[in-house]
């Protein structure tokens, strides 16, 4: 099989539409040998900002020495993009293998029975991220919460990001149904934080039981009080969670000293989010040069747009300039 040919066999299976419901991708993850179950995993749903703060809590985990795993949707230009580690999409070789594995545990699904596209491609990336190893996941929801082929994960963390009216012909037409639906990745004994939420979003989370909601800003390169609140929200992720570091972020510290990397945990980039992000692109290359003229002790920005993250450099720190 080749790589275009895998893409197109599993494009094909977007014909079977859109299924809510655990059921297959809990067979196919245990067909599969549920890789998932060996994964430390952020879990992430909400309306907007979810692909932002997944990217912010990547880039802060690798920055660390972490190695990370991002699993986000849809893509902008490639399919590889929607599963990374390290921020390297998936090799084309690993996403065929993958694709012909996925292909044989199909065959013992019933006709009429067969997973989805999106159930499909998120075991594919579990099992992507366990054959690499990754120290940590983050993973964002497709669509809802409750029943999303995502929800099949026991996470470290679950963060619910501003809730609004989507998908309501599947999740609900009022914003309470809508929260209700996003609210169920949130699990007994697992840390929750949330973005501020409207009042009816609110509520509805506050009833699934113990949940922080974060009404900080952090400062980050991205225009926008949003974004400063979603680097806020990530943030606090971090801090919420046992996983490598203390609360105190001291284990996180002391691994960027080992590696020799300094990083301020609050200037923060992202990948575009939607194909309206090209329209950006020359807005976005004239805003990476107009920082770099600042002198930055701390970080640099990644040299190519498509990277849109800033990460942290060896020490000594040397001044970099825009590029012609």
Not at 58 to 63: D, F, G, K, P, T
Not at 171 to 197: C, H, M, R, V, Y
Not at 244 to 252: E, I, K, N, Q, V
Not at 307 to 321: F, L, S
Request: glycine share 6%; aromatic share 4%; charged share 20%.
């Amino acid at each position: 099989m080749t790589y275009p040919e895998a893409i197109d066999w599993l494009y094909q299976l977007r014909l079977l539409g859109s299924k809510l419901g655990l059921e297959n991708p809990r067979k196919l993850a245990a067909l599969a040998g549920n890789p998932h179950h060996s994964l430390k995993i952020i879990h992430v749903a909400g309306t907007n900002g979810k692909g932002s703060v997944c990217a912010m809590l990547e880039s802060i985990y690798r920055a660390a020495g972490y190695k990370t795993g991002l699993y986000t949707s849809p893509h902008l230009v490639s399919f590889r993009e929607r599963i990374q580690v390290n921020r390297e999409p998936i090799a084309e070789t690993e996403a065929v293998l993958l694709t012909e594995c996925m292909q044989a545990l199909l065959r013992q699904f019933p006709a009429g029975q067969l997973p989805t596209f999106f159930e499909v491609i998120t075991v594919m990336a579990l099992e992507h991220f366990a054959r690499e190893r990754c120290d940590i996941v983050l993973l964002e929801t497709g669509l809802g919460g409750r029943l999303d082929a995502s929800n099949i994960v026991t996470p470290i963390a679950t963060v619910i990001t501003p809730i609004a009216l989507d998908h309501q012909q599947y999740l609900g037409e009022t914003l309470t149904q809508i929260a209700t639906e996003k609210a169920g990745i949130l699990k007994q004994g697992i840390p929750a934080l949330s973005a501020p939420q409207l009042l009816e979003a609110q509520s509805a989370l506050e009833q699934t039981g113990p949940i922080t909601f974060v009404d900080t800003e952090h400062h980050t390169s991205l225009a926008g009080k949003h974004q400063r609140q979603n680097a806020a929200l990530a943030a606090r992720s971090r801090r919420a969670t046992s996983f490598g570091c203390g609360a105190d972020g001291r284990h996180l510290r002391a691994r960027q000293k080992k590696a020799g990397l300094a990083l301020h945990p609050t200037h923060l980039n992202i990948p575009p989010r939607s194909v309206h992000a090209l329209a950006r692109l020359e807005h976005r290359r004239l805003a990476t040069a107009r920082i770099f003229k600042k002198p930055n002790p701390v970080v640099r920005l990644a040299r190519a747009i498509h990277e849109q993250v800033e990460v942290a450099i060896p020490i000594p720190i040397h001044r970099h300039r825009p590029r012609p």
